[in-house]
């Protein structure tokens, strides 16, 4: 029987560092086109994720 020789994890440190910057971007860029700032969209966006259309995250409300 032959063993299986693992190969070394690669730490997730340097790729998420990496990566993060560039989705905050363009999630900002998303909630410019949408006039909303950042958390809000965030919000909003989840809410419609969990939700589905119609929740009180939708435009127009207060």
Known sequence: ???MTR???VPL???KA???PEIKRRLTLL???EGLPLSLYLRRLL???VT???THFTKGAT
């Open 18 to 20: 990496l990566v993060m």
């Open 47 to 49: 809410a419609n994720h």
């Open 31 to 33: 909630a410019d086109r």
């Open 52 to 54: 589905g259309p119609g």
């Open 1 to 3: 029987m032959t063993t």
């Open 7 to 9: 190969k070394p994890r």
């Open 13 to 15: 440190v340097p790729v």
